[in-house]
């Protein structure tokens, strides 16, 4: 069987918003492309602890950006590939991905992914696949957590 595939998505997951701005969550401004971002304080920890049992690949409107920018403030140890969305980027919902994700991870791979905007297409798509997939949904001011990490790594033993 296929090495599970993780997609991570930046904004909402790793990139916090929508939070009260005066209490932000851990975590560090950093400028990219002149937008500031609150990267949170935890990511890096979950998303090394998760590379050890996936392997990881961008699934986020910043594309190449996303390596370019995050693999070393989240101290990632390898690059990550990303997903090419071919300016089909819609940031209210994840629906705009799917095709790309299809392309990229095939039909027999199992597959995770982690974003803040799942919808009823997501979903849809995720039941219809016939390997094992799974949609783990965060809230964008907080991101990812202990629990999401405690519930990939629990499925990703069952997906091999």
């Known amino acids: ?25 851990p975590g560090q401004f950093v400028l990219v492309d002149g937008i500031p971002h609150l990267i949170s304080a935890t990511a890096g920890d979950h998303l090394r602890t998760l590379a050890a049992a996936y392997e990881l690949a961008w699934c986020t409107g910043w594309e190449e950006k996303a390596d370019e920018h995050l693999r070393h403030l989240l101290a990632l140890p390898n690059s990550c590939p990303h997903l090419t969305f071919d300016g089909a980027a819609s940031f209210e919902r994840a629906h705009w991905k799917l095709a790309a994700i299809d392309s990229y991870a095939g039909p027999k791979r199992p597959v995770a992914w982690i974003d803040d905007a799942h919808d009823e297409a997501c979903r849809g798509w995720a039941s219809a696949r016939a390997s094992p997939t799974l949609l783990v949904t965060t809230e964008p001011a907080v991101g990812i957590t202990e629990g999401h990490v405690a519930q990939l790594l629990k499925w990703c033993q069952s997906a091999r």
């Open 1 to 25: 069987m296929l090495e599970p595939l993780l997609l991570v998505d930046v904004d909402g997951v790793i990139s916090l918003f929508g939070f009260d701005p005066s209490s932000p969550p």
